[in-house]
């Protein structure tokens, strides 16, 4: 059964060796810690592991630092210092088979989508509408489905509301009231969000979701595609950013089967700098990212957050996640030493370790480490060195 290696326990050698499980990295896991203390790295050791597993990888690459990834790494005196400590002795510079996306459709294939395949659920959701308006969404995509309308870009959906405003007699005798209210304050959150970027996310040719799946190679040498989103300018529009991830984790939950236990995941999808996204969506999209992440593991994809402390994601989503990587945190002030204690109460306690206290001294490529073990409970929590990335 194919594993994932992580580090190892500090000072400890090979016998130490810490793995996460192919079979459980459904279960999902969180990757924490300050700025500089070593979670991209961790993230791409993380990617490099399941690609080499046979497993794709998707992750916004947000500070342009990870498509270093597509190229075999260098020898050099501190990673020898780390292996030797590891006791790790099958290590060879190696690159990741990469493919480069782009929402802008500058630095990498574009990713796109219909406002169709969006649906009038998570259209609703998206724009923050209520009950009313969104029940005239649902009404608008049905009369889109019946006459035969093309619903692609927003442009579109600007004009099928404005039909239905100047028609509102005829629609009501069939749907009953349509409240020009509500149909003028749609039209207003849909210009808001074509601002926002929306714009050139709905459009076409739309995005294969098999492509994001692709792996390369045949038996033992078999890899996953590593699909890095290009987060540059993204995060300038984080509503853009949290329409596109929601969008695609819900048609990945809409089109994959249902799968029993398996060796592996079909995916693994990394959501970094994580607490971004939940400072900027509304609570809606909050709320059904919630069910999608709590859902999709039975669809065998694997959703990780990399963010800097627990605190920075909701207790609903924090709860499901199974495996946890915390770098170092620093307690200057009340608030972060809130957060220390938040992120020590998240680990299976280990009797040797005062996790509160460690958390703040660990150093840079260090990190608290628990996984799941092979019954699906988290293992007690350990001081880990991190393998450097190949």
């Not at 810490?18 to 079979?23: M, Q, R, S, V, Y």
């Not at 574009?110 to 009038?120: D, F, H, L, Q, T």
């Not at 489905?145 to 005798?173: A, P, W």
């Not at 402390?309 to 989503?317: E, G, K, L, Q």
Request: charged share 25%; proline share 6%.
């Amino acid at each position: 059964m194919p594993d994932v290696l992580i580090g190892g326990l500090a000072g400890q050698g090979p016998k130490g060796h810490i793995t996460l499980a192919g079979a459980l990295a459904n279960r999902h896991g969180l990757v924490a810690g300050a700025t500089g203390t070593g979670k991209t790295v961790t993230l791409q050791v993380l990617a490099e592991e399941f690609s080499r597993m046979g497993v794709p990888v998707f992750t916004a690459d947000v500070k342009g630092d990870l498509s270093g990834i597509a190229a075999a790494g260098n020898p050099h005196p501190r990673v020898d210092e780390r292996l030797a400590s590891l006791g790790i002795n099958d290590w060879q510079p190696q690159a990741a088979p990469v493919r480069l996306w782009d929402l802008f459709g500058k630095s990498g294939h574009a990713v796109r989508a219909s406002v169709a395949s969006m649906g009038p659920e998570l259209m609703s959701t998206l724009l923050e509408l209520n009950d009313t308006q969104s029940g005239l969404m649902h009404l608008a995509f049905d009369h889109a489905e019946r006459e035969g309308l093309e619903l692609i870009d927003l442009k579109d959906l600007i004009s099928l509301l404005k039909h239905i405003e100047r028609e509102r007699e005829g629609f009501e005798e069939r749907y009953g009231s349509v409240s020009p209210q509500s149909l003028g304050a749609m039209l207003r959150r849909v210009h808001v969000l074509a601002t926002q970027g929306g714009e050139r996310f709905f459009a076409e040719p739309a995005l294969d979701i098999n492509d994001m799946l692709a792996t390369t190679g045949e038996g033992d040498q078999t890899r996953g595609f590593i699909n890095l989103l290009d987060g540059r300018e993204l995060m300038q529009s984080p509503r853009l950013y949290t329409t596109f991830l929601l969008w695609f984790l819900s048609t990945l939950f809409r089109t994959l089967p249902e799968r029993g236990d398996a060796d592996r995941p079909v995916l693994v999808f990394f959501f970094d700098e994580a607490h971004l996204l939940f400072d900027a969506a509304p609570k809606a999209l909050l709320e059904r990212l919630e069910q999608t992440v709590r859902l999709i593991r039975s669809k065998g994809v694997g959703v990780y957050f990399v963010t800097q402390s627990p605190a920075d994601i909701p207790d609903d989503v924090l709860g499901q996640l199974g495996n946890r990587i915390q770098h170092a945190l620093r307690a200057f002030t009340p608030r972060d030493q809130k957060a220390v204690k938040t992120a020590a109460e998240t680990f299976r306690p280990n009797p040797a370790l005062d996790t509160a206290q460690v958390i703040t001294e660990l150093g840079v490529g260090e990190a608290l480490v628990s996984v799941l073990d092979s019954k699906g409970t988290p293992t007690q929590v350990e001081r880990t060195l991190i393998a450097p990335p190949r």
